[in-house]
């Protein structure tokens, strides 16, 4: 059997402060590990260290287990579990169908616009923060996980094409590092000198140095390899300065996000398309309704 989790004072301590934190980002649950984390080192609660790393994975791994923080309060995008298990009979089968016709209509409320808007993120785990904004906008948001191929660039030039007569617009957030700074430049080389795309317009909205100083974010000690071609550029350009995305708060996030985005729009014509949506949702729950009475009467 395996030996408990010692729960010693200074252990406890560490417990509230972890629940101060997910009590503060309330509104943005599930966080990451790794948001926690920094939350706790700019406020000076652990050190900026791979071993108090460690140390935090382990207390959140037992506090969960233990009840001390809800399961849902911590996100983990890496593991995915697929459900294909099937009904229990067709009644069953029906009542999800009926529940589910004509739910998920999202108008696209950026018809009305000159300019087609893409979301590119570094990474996975921060995606459903970004989604969240993403999705009342209708813009949307792309995982580029690394130095994206020459075949994921091309499916993003072809949903470039799909819109002739709108000005693309790729707003790019990840890491202030060597390789995080140098995927916006090498995807932008990549199309516009290899593949002859030429009219996107490409805007690194976070992390930038303003950021990194003016809210005070914690160094990535991981980030600077000194046997890595990219660090010894960064270190020229930036000195030592290496921060994670994950680094910023949840909620100053969240905002350049959404000021990124609308500055991009014409507000009026956004405002339209909200009433135009809402009109249409009122027309659909009637039509659902007229529905789920004709299907009961025929079961």
């Given at each position: ?44 609660h652990i050190e900026n260290t791979r071993s108090q790393y460690g140390m935090l994975s382990r207390l959140i791994k037992y506090a969960r287990i233990e009840g001390y923080i809800p399961w849902h309060d911590i996100e983990d995008r890496i593991r995915v579990h697929r459900n294909l298990t099937g009904w229990t009979n067709k009644t069953e089968f029906v009542d999800e169908e009926v529940e589910r016709f004509l739910h998920g209509y999202r108008r696209n409320l950026l018809q009305s616009q000159d300019r087609y808007l893409e979301i590119w993120i570094e990474k ?176």
């Open positions: 059997m395996r030996r408990p989790f010692a729960w010693t004072d200074r252990q406890l301590d560490r417990l509230s402060k972890v629940q101060q934190v997910l009590n503060d980002l309330t509104p943005y649950k599930p966080l990451t590990l790794r948001q926690i984390f920094y939350q706790l080192v700019a406020q000076d996975d785990a921060l995606s459903t923060l970004f989604t969240r904004i993403a999705v009342q906008f209708t813009v949307p948001v792309v995982v580029c996980r690394g130095f994206s191929s020459v075949s994921f660039l091309n499916e993003f030039a072809n949903r470039v094409e799909s819109h002739p007569d709108k000005q693309p617009v790729m707003l790019y957030f990840g890491d202030f590092d060597p390789s995080g700074n140098e995927m916006l430049e090498t995807m932008q080389m990549t199309l516009e000198d290899e593949m002859d795309i030429s009219d996107i317009s490409f805007k690194r909205v976070a992390l930038t140095r303003q950021d990194i100083v003016e809210h005070n974010l914690p160094h990535n000690p991981d980030a600077l390899k000194t046997t890595d071609t990219r660090a010894k550029r960064h270190m020229l350009r930036y000195g030592n300065l290496a921060v994670e995305l994950d680094a910023l708060r949840p909620d100053l996030l969240q905002d350049k996000i959404r000021r990124a985005i609308e500055f991009e729009l014409d507000m009026d014509a956004f405002k339209q398309e909200l009433v135009r949506r809402n009109e249409e949702l009122v027309q659909l729950k009637l039509l659902k309704e007229q529905f789920e009475e004709l299907i009961r009467e025929e079961i």
